[in-house]
């Protein structure tokens, strides 16, 4: 979590005070909940400026405090993606609600990841299809999915092959699939042997 401060106006010493117990306050409610903390005090930069530097470097929650939020007991969360606007909460709640939202952040980022790589991939094409695929997407004219789930059988010398022939290689054996047995009673996509493995082909 980031935490830019907005500081009170520079007379107003009780406002400073007020806020600082409640940036303690806050600061030490996140650390017990085991979250790490980054207070942005810095007086040179603009909030604005801080707000987009700890966006552009992935700081997932982004908790805004300042004097007139002290005062109503709040402060403003407002997360990098996955919700949309900013959410104004109590002070009292800050561990437990960012915890439960980073949480639902962590859940909503796998998802999406999840769809996109279903999304990419091919399920068991032939090694013809792929490499005609491939070859197309090199020259521009293909617009589907990149990523082949295909039977395989380990052969070192026939995975340096398919790098030659087409510039895929493997880029993982999906661990549920494999688990799951999808291979049995298939044959490599390549050889026509029986199948080991699962792959998931692709270029890098």
Known sequence: CSVPPI???K????GKVALNNALDKLV???????????????????????????????VPLRIELGPRDVKSGACVFKYRVGAEGKETISLNEVATKATKGLDSLQEYLLDSAKERLAGSMNMMGTYDQMKEALEKDEASEYNGPGLYLVPWKCDAANEEKIKEECKATI??????????????GKKCFYSGEDAT?????GRA
Do not use: Q, S
């Open 197 to 201: 493995h699962m792959a998931l082909f």
């Open 171 to 184: 880029r993982c054996y999906p661990t549920d699939v494999n688990e799951g047995g999808m291979w049995e």
């Open 28 to 58: 030490a409610d996140l650390k017990g909940a085991g979250l790490k903390v980054k207070v942005d005090d810095r007086d040179y930069v603009r909030n604005g400026a801080k707000y987009f530097e700890w966006e552009r470097k992935g």
């Open 11 to 14: 007379n107003d010493e009780e």
């Open 7 to 9: 500081p009170p106006k």
